[in-house]
């Protein structure tokens, strides 16, 4: 089992810049996957941002440019820069891991862009 908390929420105006990082412990294996998603009231769960041990960080076609995602396995540690914020960010985001035997998600943290 893999416990994920994540932190880096809040309220930022339209054109700003957030950084979210999620907290991997637990039993985490050395091949993995994290990622981000976000959800509204409204809408599903939506994949926004990935990236496994060894490899690149892979995107939600209409966010590459503007959100980079980057991991410290040193501290077990995944993080999203988000620039550039539009309000239709706005949403609850969830920190996901994943191995060949487990899935973890986090509890989320609120994103929200207004004036």
């Known amino acids: 089992q893999v416990q994920l908390v994540e932190s880096g929420g809040g309220l930022v105006q339209p054109g700003g810049s957030l950084r979210l990082s999620c907290e991997a412990s637990?039993?985490?294996?050395?091949?993995?996957?994290m990622g981000w998603y976000r959800q509204t009231p409204e809408s599903q769960r939506e994949w926004v941002a990935s990236?496994?041990?060894?490899?690149?960080?892979r995107y939600l076609d209409s966010l590459k440019g503007r959100f980079t995602i980057s991991r410290d396995n040193a501290k077990n540690t995944v993080y999203l820069q988000m620039t550039g914020l539009k309000p239709e960010d706005t949403a609850l985001y969830y920190c996901?891991?994943?191995?060949?035997?487990?899935?973890?998600w986090g509890q989320g943290t609120q994103v929200t862009v207004s004036s």
């Open positions: 996901r891991y994943s191995d060949d035997w487990y899935v973890n």
């Open positions: 990236i496994k041990t060894g490899d690149i960080g």
């Open positions: 637990g039993n985490i294996r050395s091949i993995n996957d």
